[in-house]
């Protein structure tokens, strides 16, 4: 089946009307990557273009997190948080159009982005009971969405989905993804911040998955010196490549 690409929403990317990309019957799209390496805004703008739900894995690990600050419970307590893991009810939206993620029926959009839970989501990364309850959800979620999404987070590529027809690292300079962070955050944190946000909170959670090397049959997207629809474009062409595209005329 071809399906051609909707017109792109972000229009400074050559226009290219004959674009077409040969999609069979499912087409999961993993993408990994460090924090500020543009997963979230490239993944939803590619999932628009390509006609695919579209899952951010990192809003349910950000989402357990104010859970359980929410409810007092010690991050530092393993058992707690896992169970707290397995028992929140948890809504999240599948589209790449709407923003939402709800806890329990409280809307928890914007606060799982303040800074308070990018320091502390670490804990529950690091936790693999947790982990596994969050990997069994979003396969789940890959299942019901009839495995036509794109997926991203930090073990996409190797845990969740290690058989995804398109599966990709997007990484850029730590300049470039400290700099795009404290712009996202409207230039509220200091430097400090950003890199205890950014660079510490990676580093905490490279010790359970290896989010910065690609593995085998991975491809990778370094977006440091492409802006951003020439980083959704590279990662489009990757998928092409990874579908074994016939160049269309
Ligand atoms: N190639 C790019 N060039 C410039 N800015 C980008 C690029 N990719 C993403 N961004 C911006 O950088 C910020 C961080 O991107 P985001 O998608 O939240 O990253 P991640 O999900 O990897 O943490 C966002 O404001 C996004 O719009
Ligand atoms: N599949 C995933 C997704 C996110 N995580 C962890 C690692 C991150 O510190 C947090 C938050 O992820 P998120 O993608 O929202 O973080 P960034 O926006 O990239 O900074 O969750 C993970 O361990 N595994």
């Known amino acids: 089946m071809f399906v051609s690409f909707p017109e792109p929403v972000v229009k400074t990317a050559p226009v290219r009307t004959t674009e077409r990309i040969r999609l069979g019957k499912t087409l999961v799209i993993a993408i990994d990557g460090p924090s500020g390496s543009g ?36 991050l530092k307590n393993a058992a707690a948080v896992e169970a707290a893991a397995r028992t929140m009810r948890f809504e999240q939206n599948l589209t790449p159009d709407a923003d939402f993620v709800k806890v329990n029926g409280i809307n928890v959009t914007e606060p799982i982005r303040r800074p308070e839970i990018s320091q502390n989501v670490s804990a529950v990364a ?95 997207v370094d977006s440091s010196e492409l802006d951003f629809a020439q980083t959704v474009d590279a990662v489009i062409n990757v998928v092409r490549r990874a579908v074994n595209e016939v160049p269309t005329a």
């Open 126 to 220: 690091t936790n693999l009971g947790a982990r596994k309850e969050l990997v069994r959800r979003q396969q789940a979620i890959i299942a019901e969405c009839n495995q036509r999404i794109v997926v991203e987070g930090r073990d996409i590529t190797t845990v969740v989905a290690p058989n995804a027809e398109a599966r990709l690292i997007l990484t850029a300079s730590e300049e470039a993804r400290l700099r795009r962070r404290g712009r996202q955050l409207g230039g509220t944190q200091t430097a400090a911040q950003l890199a205890e946000q950014v660079l510490a909170r990676d580093a905490k959670d490279s010790t359970v998955v290896d989010f910065q090397r690609a593995a085998d049959g991975v491809f990778t």
């Open 39 to 74: 997963k979230s805004s490239v993944s939803k703008e590619v999932a628009r273009r390509l006609g695919l739900a579209f899952l951010d894995t990192g809003a349910m690990y950000r989402a357990v997190t104010w859970h359980c600050l929410n409810a007092k419970i010690d």
